[in-house]
Nanobody, 122 residues
Framework: QVHLVESGGGSVQAGGSLRLSCAAS?????LGWFRQPPGKEREVVAV????????LYADSVKGRFTISQDNAKNTVYLQMNTLRPEDTAMYYC??????????????????WGQGTQVTVSS
């Protein structure tokens, strides 16, 4: 069983920055962030392979967002810079315990946080 506790988020103007945190209990293979804009499906933002530290990003956030982890705290961070109004969404931390499946496929993630809202105004 993995428990995820998110923090961070809020409202910011376009061009601003925010940082999300996700504290995880238990062992994981991947920790990542997904987001769900209003009226749209949940999509992957960025993931980190917790054993190796390697990262993957959605094309829409490459160069603006950075995912990182603090192994001592078992916490993953999402630093979001140069935010745009289209980044507005509910952001969810997700954990996967198995290597099977695509990192983009939300159906392969076993555990989810409660979500934190990010709102970017123009």
């Amino acid at each position: 069983q993995v428990h995820l506790v998110e923090s961070g988020g809020g409202s910011v103007q376009a061009g601003g920055s925010l940082r999300l945190s996700c504290a995880a209990s238990g062992s994981t293979y991947i920790l990542g962030w997904f987001r769900q804009p209003p009226g749209k499906e949940r999509e992957v933002v960025a993931v980190i392979f917790t054993r190796y530290g390697s990262t993957l990003y959605a094309d829409s956030v490459k160069g603006r967002f950075t995912i990182s982890q603090d192994n001592a705290k078992n916490t993953v961070y999402l630093q979001m810079n140069t935010l745009r109004p289209e980044d507005t969404a509910m952001y969810y931390c997700a954990a996967r315990v198995s290597p099977a499946g695509s990192w983009r496929d939300r159906g392969t993630y076993n555990y989810w946080g409660q979500g934190t809202q990010v709102t970017v105004s123009s």
